[in-house]
């Protein structure tokens, strides 16, 4: 079956407990209709670029999938008809990442960047 990196936006004003629910119903939706669910991870309430729908933050989440096509077309068949889901891409991949994506990996690589350019001139 083809590999599939999904990742969804939802409004600001549902909690964060209703994101996981949602998360669930689009899993149960997948294995259902033959598919499995791979890695997910909840990115959390991130601002937006610019407005969508009147909303300036959203929740974001990724989801790893392993489902035929027609699964994952009635996912986003779905999706389009939840009022709480802003934006939503599916993207075909060759194979998934194990490791955790670049949203979940911790930023701790500045700390040295004032040791290579030398001391402060005042």
Known sequence: MPLYEHIYMARQD???????????????????????????????????????????????????????????AEMERQMRINEDILRFMTVRVDTHEEVPSAMMQKRDDRGDRGERRGPRRF
């Open 14 to 72: 549902v909690s964060t407990s209703q994101v996981e629910e949602l998360t669930k119903t689009l899993s149960e939706l997948i294995t259902s209709n033959g598919g499995t669910i791979g890695k997910v991870e909840y990115w959390g309430l991130k601002s937006l670029t610019y407005r969508i729908r009147k909303n300036r933050k959203a929740h974001y989440t990724l989801i790893n999938i392993d489902a035929p096509a027609a699964a994952v």
